[in-house]
């Protein structure tokens, strides 16, 4: 094969169909050998649209097979997971593993590439360990950085078109991973160092969970002075240089919620708006939790006795079934631990099964309850028509 891709997840997958597709031969690797066997029938383990045909063609027409170790190519692709420990530090050790499989396979002149969201420095410390393990390859191998910048539930469609920024260790490197991208993506690729590329990444997506900030603080200062925070917002935004984003549960998924401690780790004295953001953005599910509380308590000194309550949407954003990091599911999880006999109704209408809530039809969630609190703004909430007599906690906008 000329590509071997380290990862076969959510960004890992797709990529090797779309390379595949192009007629270049990939071999997938993953730890996991169920992923393995999955991909070389032909299959998919996520949920993403259109990537089942993408990888059934590739499959089938030979240009992709997976297994759980490398083997030799000319490009080696790093797309495995960087979680976060204990104090919020990244943990970039499955990046070092897939290097460290694939230090004993290089060659002159290969490519080696790390795509995964990265500390900055973490392209220069892989390049260190290559060289102190291969130290007759020393400068022979092109290192470079790329991150990519796709939108779950979009990944086909923007990883051909989104630009792309890549940084090597040298201006070598730059060019060679350029003319790799350019064969399969028609969006600019911008040349920059691995360094500049590692902080880019983090900083999109900071730079993301800033603005919700701003938007979830405006939220509760607007609940204190009692003014419709939905209005306020799309009343500012007619302002022309005004753009701000909606407030909601709370800041989830696998992206958002994680890379701008990537940078609070590293420089916690000069990223006090990052961390502060953060911040904010988790307060915001914990005080949506409180919030169903105190109506909880409100409604029983109103009507003594006391209410059901529904709880609209686990999800981490609309219209999807992503459950990781998602506030929704946090506050679903806070509102149980205070539970004392009401009765309760959790929906999530993207999902038909979950191993620990018990999920009731949205419609019949809306008409059986006392309370409904709305978690995620999922279109099919936009079209309920609720009682007059029901209390209702609209977080995220779906009645804007
Ligand atoms: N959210 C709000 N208010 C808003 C917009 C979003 O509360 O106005 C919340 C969502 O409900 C969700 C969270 O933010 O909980 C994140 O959702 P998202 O749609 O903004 O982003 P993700 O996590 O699906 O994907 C992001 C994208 N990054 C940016 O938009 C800067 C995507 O392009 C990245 O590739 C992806 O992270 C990633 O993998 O890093």
């Known amino acids: 094969p000329s590509v071997v891709m380290i990862g076969l997840g959510y960004i890992g997958l797709p990529t090797a169909a779309l390379i595949a597709q192009n007629k ?5 690797v993953d730890i996991n050998p169920s992923v393995v066997e999955t991909i070389n029938q032909g299959k998919i383990h996520i949920v993403e649209p259109e990537l089942d045909t ?22 080696y692709l790093i ?7 204990a ?23 290969d490519l080696y590439i790390i795509e995964s969201t990265s500390p900055v420095g973490t392209t220069e410390k892989m390049m260190q360990l290559i060289y102190t393990e291969r130290p007759e390859l020393d400068g022979k191998i092109n290192i470079a950085y790329c991150p990519e910048r796709v939108l779950p539930g979009n990944v086909m469609y923007e990883l051909v078109h989104n630009d792309r920024v890549i940084g090597g260790v040298n201006e070598k ?38 603005q919700i900030a701003f938007a979830n603080e405006l939220s509760l200062i607007c609940d204190k002075a ?7 917002i799309d009343l500012a935004n007619k302002h022309p240089r005004v753009n701000i984003l909606q407030p909601g549960c709370g800041v989830g998924g696998h992206c958002i919620a994680v890379d701008p401690y990537f940078i609070v780790a590293e420089y916690p004295m000069e990223s006090k708006i990052i961390g502060t953001a953060r911040e904010i953005n988790n ?7 409180e919030k169903v509380q105190t109506a909880k308590l409100e409604f029983e000194l109103k009507h003594g006795r006391k209410p059901s309550i529904a709880l609209m949407g686990l999800a981490f954003k609309p219209n999807i079934d992503d459950l990781r990091e998602s506030p929704a599911k946090y506050i679903a999880q806070k509102v149980l631990q205070n539970a004392n006999n009401e009765a309760y109704y959790i929906v999530e209408p993207n999902i038909t099964d979950h191993k620990v809530f018990k999920l009731t039809p949205y419609k019949d ?10 978690l995620v703004a999922h279109d099919e909430f936009k079209t309920l028509e609720i009682a007059e007599d029901k209390v209702v906690l609209d977080f995220c906008g779906v009645f804007k």
């Open 79 to 85: 797309v495995v997971p960087t979680p976060f420990k």
């Open 173 to 210: 490197a730059t060019e060679k991973a350029l003319a790799f991208y350019k064969q399969f993506i028609k969006g600019a690729l911008h040349k920059t160092n691995a360094r500049t590329a590692e902080m880019c990444k983090l900083v999109e997506n900071a730079s993301r969970d800033v």
């Open 365 to 374: 969630a809306a008409k059986q309850a006392d309370i409904i609190a709305f």
């Open 54 to 75: 993408a990888v059934a063609e590739a499959v089938k027409e030979g240009y992709l097979r997976a297994a759980t170790t490398p083997v030799e190519a000319n490009t």
């Open 24 to 28: 270049t031969y990939v071999h997938g």
């Open 283 to 289: 307060y915001k599910s914990f005080w949506c939790a």
């Open 87 to 109: 104090k919020n530090e990244p943990d970039i050790s499955f990046v070092e593993a897939a290097t460290r499989a694939v230090v004993p396979l290089l060659k002159k002149d």
């Open 226 to 232: 009692d003014i419709n925070v939905w209005e306020l």
